[in-house]
C-alpha cells in the first residue's frame, strides 16, 4: 500500500496543472478583428463583448459590444498595446470574423495573417473578409439589428447566404494559408461593404429604426495574387467562380420563357457538382469543366405548359447555354485581366501531369492567361411544384 501511494506522489510530479488557466473576469472576449494599414503601422481594431451587457440578469441597455482601436509596428505588439485602453487583456480564441480593409489587402497581408496562424489559442474557423472601399475599422464600428453582436450577425450572414446564393463564399484561415501557398491556385476572398451612412451606423439609433441608416452587405468576391489584392470580381464571374469550386450548396437564376412573351421562369438548383479535368498536348496545357446540376422550378411569370416535356427540355438546354455562356465569359475575363488562376486549374495539370507541370509552373500566369477552356453544363429539372401550370394564365386571361 505504502509503495502505491509512493507511487501516486512520484508519477503526479510530472502531471501539468492548469498553468495557463485564464479567468473570464481577466478577460476581454475579441468576436471580431480588423486589420488597416496606418502609414508604416498596422492599425488593429478589436470588437470586444461587454460582459455586463450579456449578463442573464439583463444589461443597462447599452451596447453588448465595445471596439478597441491601437496602432503597433506588429499586429501582436497592437494586442499588448490594447491593455492601454482596455480593462482586460485581449483574448482572441472565440473569433468569428477577421476583416482587412482594402489599403492594406493591396499592399500584402500574409505577414498581418502570420500571429492568427502561430497563436495555439486561436481556433481557425473564424471567416476571412476583406473590406471593400472602406477600413476594417468602419465595417466593424457598424451596429446591426438581428444580432445584437455585429460580429455574430457578419459571420451569420454568410452561412446562410453561401447556403443559398452562389455569389457569396465562406472562407476560413486556413483555406486562405492554403491558397496563399500553393503552386497552382491563388486566392479569393469574400468582400463585405458598408452601405449608408457609416457616422449613423455606428449609434445605436441605427438599431432603433425599421429601416437602418448603415448596413453591411456582402458582395464580390476579392481576386489575389500571391498575398495581395489586385481586383474583385462581378456577380457574374464570382458565380462561376464558386460553381467550378463546388461551393455552390442552392441558389436560383432566372431563364427566359419558352413563349414569345416577356416572362421568366426562375429555376432553383438543389445540386451542384463540378468535375475538372486537365491535359497537356505538345506542351500546351487544357482543362475541360462539366458542371452537373439538379433543380426544381421556383416560379413562373408567362403562361407554359409545365406537364409538356418538351417545355422542361428549353427550360433546361436555355439554361444550360445561359450558363455556359456567363460561364465562359467569366473564365476569360479573370484570365486576361487578373492572370491570376483563382480556379486551381494549375493543381489539376499538377495532378494529371506532373512532369509537364514542372515546365508550366514557371511561367503559369502567362499559361493561365493563353489556356484553353471548355465548359459544358448539364441542368435536369426534376420537380415543377405543387401546381403543373400557373394561375396566371386565368389572371391575364
Not at 40 to 66: H, I, L, N, R
Not at 127 to 145: D, F, G, P, Q, R
Not at 307 to 323: H, M, N, P, V, Y
Request: proline share 3%.
Amino acid at each position: 500500500m505504502k509503495r502505491y501511494v509512493f507511487g501516486l506522489l512520484f508519477f503526479s510530479l510530472f502531471l501539468s496543472g492548469c498553468w495557463d488557466r485564464r479567468e473570464l473576469d481577466q478577460l476581454a472576449i475579441a468576436v471580431a478583428v480588423g486589420i488597416d494599414k496606418a502609414d508604416d503601422e498596422y492599425q488593429v481594431s478589436a470588437q470586444v463583448v461587454v460582459p455586463s451587457e450579456m449578463s442573464v440578469k439583463g444589461g443597462t441597455g447599452g451596447s453588448q459590444v465595445t471596439l478597441y482601436t491601437v496602432k503597433g509596428e506588429t499586429v501582436y505588439e497592437a494586442f499588448r498595446k490594447m491593455t492601454k485602453e482596455s480593462p482586460r487583456k485581449i483574448y482572441p480564441s472565440h473569433l468569428r470574423m477577421l476583416i482587412f480593409g482594402e489599403e492594406i489587402a493591396q499592399e500584402g497581408i500574409s505577414e498581418a495573417l502570420d500571429v492568427f496562424s502561430r497563436d495555439y489559442e486561436i481556433r481557425p474557423d473564424f471567416y476571412v473578409a476583406i473590406a471593400k472601399e472602406t477600413s476594417a475599422a468602419e465595417i466593424l464600428n457598424i451596429t446591426t439589428t438581428v444580432e445584437s453582436i455585429p460580429a455574430n450577425d457578419m459571420f451569420k450572414s454568410l452561412s446562410v447566404s453561401e447556403q443559398a446564393w452562389a455569389g457569396t463564399k465562406s472562407i476560413n484561415l486556413d483555406e486562405v494559408i492554403a491558397d496563399f501557398i500553393s503552386d497552382g491556385k491563388e486566392a479569393a476572398i469574400t468582400g463585405i461593404e458598408l452601405i449608408g451612412e457609416p457616422n449613423i451606423g455606428a449609434s445605436k439609433q441605427n438599431v432603433e429604426t425599421i429601416k437602418p441608416a448603415a448596413i453591411l452587405r456582402y458582395d464580390n468576391l476579392a481576386v489575389f495574387k500571391g498575398d495581395k489584392l489586385i481586383g474583385w470580381l462581378n456577380e457574374g464571374e464570382a458565380v462561376t467562380y464558386n460553381y467550378i469550386s463546388n461551393t455552390v450548396k442552392t441558389t436560383v437564376r432566372t431563364v427566359p420563357c419558352p413563349a414569345a412573351d416577356d416572362g421568366k421562369v426562375t429555376i432553383e438548383i438543389m445540386k451542384s457538382k463540378a468535375k475538372i479535368k486537365g491535359n497537356v498536348s505538345n506542351g500546351k496545357p487544357k482543362i475541360d469543366i462539366h458542371v452537373k446540376l439538379d433543380g426544381n422550378v421556383g416560379s413562373v411569370s408567362c403562361k407554359i405548359q409545365l406537364k409538356d416535356l418538351k417545355t422542361i427540355a428549353e427550360l433546361e438546354k436555355s439554361f444550360e447555354e445561359q450558363g455556359e455562356k456567363i460561364g465562359e465569359e467569366a473564365i476569360e475575363s479573370i484570365q486576361k485581366q487578373y492572370q491570376a488562376d483563382i480556379f486551381g486549374f494549375g493543381e489539376v495539370i499538377h495532378r494529371s501531369n506532373p512532369k509537364a507541370w514542372k515546365q508550366l509552373k514557371e511561367n503559369w500566369d502567362e499559361e493561365f492567361s493563353n489556356l484553353t477552356v471548355n465548359l459544358k453544363v448539364d441542368l435536369e429539372i426534376h420537380r415543377t411544384g405543387t401546381i403543373n401550370n400557373t394561375f396566371l394564365e386565368k389572371v391575364k386571361e
